[in-house]
């Protein structure tokens, strides 16, 4: 079997995987659903990791969206249902971690970096700005005149 | 007046353009300990148990749960059998898992131990005749398989790639995580030394 044959074969077999996929079954209360995407969108999928739950189509985001609509639909509040969440999978599954020791780093980092640069900015001007401020000594007569010999001739 | 200055501005002038220039190396040298950093992470991630995350439960008591057996079985699987169990572990698996039929052999063989712990099965999100014909097939090295047909319980122990195996003490409470396949060199090095640890 030459592999556009495996190919077109790997495709068939994944044909009716594909339509056994779970189908969303969003809320029919239009708020309710609005913030159970919402609350999906800060949960992280565990198998992808690098998306939010409502993007992925792994099975268990699927599950996760399905569980997070029932727990709004419950009348969970978004704390709630991010905490049941957060008790399961740890901070890795909230896409914003919590501010924590652990975390600090995470989330002062930046400013603080931002901040040191700045101000080795400001010192650097501050530094060049003294530099240029010490005034030249100024021309003698002779150079004066020759400088004006000068200026003249670059005239048209 | 002479063009070279004086011996002492010399010196002066040079330490001067040294200074200038350490601090031109200054970013340089940021940069290699940055790509340094990034290059040891970026190497380790790449190794196999890169996805694995720090389990929530650890420490923690096991979730109450109770599931019906898998299809052909008489009993099913809960907390409270864990619980009676003492020292035992705990394998998420599924016959749609590949990862999971690699480790079975493992399993296999440590059920056949005189001094194994028990092991118990949670069945994920299986169809139940696969689930049954699986371990028709491949032998069933679990003292009781609960079969999570939806994963709620799944979800409840932080499952998030099949297989997974968890370590539970005496008490109850979930001691260890093991995500992934289970080899001979986990079990060996990590999985029965804490078992050891556990029971002594």
Redo the contacts between chains.
């Keep these: 079997m030459n592999w556009r044959a495996a190919l077109i074969a790997a495709f068939l077999i994944a044909l009716p995987v594909t339509s056994w996929a779970a189908v969303d079954r969003p809320l029919e209360d239009a708020t309710l659903e609005a913030r159970a995407l919402k609350l999906n969108q800060e949960i992280r999928c565990?198998?992808c990791?690098g998306q939010s739950v409502a993007d992925s189509n792994a099975?268990?985001a699927y599950?996760?969206r399905q569980?997070v609509r029932e727990r709004v639909a419950a009348g969970d509040s978004d704390a709630v249902v991010l905490d049941y969440l957060?008790?399961?999978?740890?901070?890795?599954v909230l896409l914003e971690p919590p501010v924590k020791p652990a975390t600090y780093a995470l989330w002062f980092g930046p400013p603080v970096l931002l901040v040191i640069g700045g101000v080795a900015v400001l010192l650097f001007h501050r530094h060049n700005r003294k530099r240029n401020a010490a005034t030249p000594t100024p021309l003698n007569e002779a150079e004066r005149r020759a400088l004006d010999v000068l200026l003249k001739d670059d005239g048209p | 007046m002479s063009d070279l200055p004086e011996p002492s501005e010399a010196a002066t002038d040079m330490r001067r353009s040294l200074v200038k220039r350490l601090w031109f190396v200054l970013p340089v040298l940021v940069f290699v300990v940055i790509a340094v950093v990034l290059a040891v992470t970026l190497g380790r991630q790449s190794n196999e148990h890169a996805?694995d995350?720090?389990?929530?439960?650890v420490d923690k008591p096991l979730p109450a749960f109770n599931l019906p057996p898998v299809e052909g079985y008489e009993a099913g699987l809960s907390d409270a059998d864990i619980k009676a169990a003492g020292v035992s572990l705990l394998n998420v698996f599924a016959s749609w898992c590949g990862p999971c039929r690699v480790e079975h052999p493992i399993w296999m063989d440590y059920a056949k131990q005189p001094d194994a712990v028990p092991l118990f099965g949670l069945n994920y999100?299986d169809q139940p005749e696969n689930a049954s014909s699986w371990l028709k097939k491949l032998g069933d090295p679990y003292r009781k398989i609960g079969a999570d047909l939806?994963?709620?319980v799944g979800?409840?122990?932080?499952v998030?790639?099949v297989p997974e195996t968890f370590i539970i003490d005496k008490t109850g409470r979930i001691v260890f995580k093991h995500v992934g396949v289970m080899t001979r060199k986990d079990l060996d090095e990590t999985i029965l030394p804490l078992i050891a640890r556990l029971k002594g």
């Design positions: 565990l198998v990791q099975d268990l599950d996760l569980l957060h008790a399961r999978y740890g901070d890795f | 996805r995350l720090p389990s929530a439960l999100k939806n994963g709620r979800i409840d122990f932080g998030y790639g």
